[in-house]
């Protein structure tokens, strides 16, 4: 089965820095769309970045400008560094592929990692 396996995450100080990478593996032929979104306790799954097929950005306005997303599409892998760092940052991010297959193009998603921010 297809698994999305991220690291990163932890506690970090206002106004720090946190890095995020994400490793697809599995019956894959191409990753079209592949990102993070993020959820906080009672609220719902949110949009952080996402990278397309293309290499077209799709961020958040509350964190542009604050983060830099990559992909690596020869080995399915993505990073996200968040900087400057907000209480409301705090979540669980949660790696996302929409991942092209032999008869489907289905959604997959990691574990989760949580960012906590805090002083």
């Known amino acids: 089965q297809v698994r999305l396996v991220e690291s990163g995450g932890g506690l970090v100080q206002p106004g720090g820095s946190v890095r995020l990478s994400c490793a697809a593996s599995?019956?894959?032929?191409?990753?079209?769309?592949m990102g993070w979104y993020r959820q906080a306790p009672g609220k719902e799954r949110e949009l952080v970045a996402v990278?397309?097929?293309?290499?077209?950005?799709n961020c958040a306005d509350s964190v542009k400008g604050r983060l830099t997303i990559s992909r690596d599409n020869t080995k399915n892998t993505i990073s996200l560094q968040m900087n400057s760092l907000k209480s409301d940052d705090t979540a669980v991010y949660y790696c996302y592929a929409k991942i092209l297959r032999l008869t489907s193009i289905p959604d997959y998603w990691g574990q989760g990692t949580q960012v906590t921010v805090s002083s």
């Open positions: 990278i397309d097929s293309g290499g077209t950005t």
């Open positions: 599995g019956p894959i032929f191409r990753i079209n769309s």
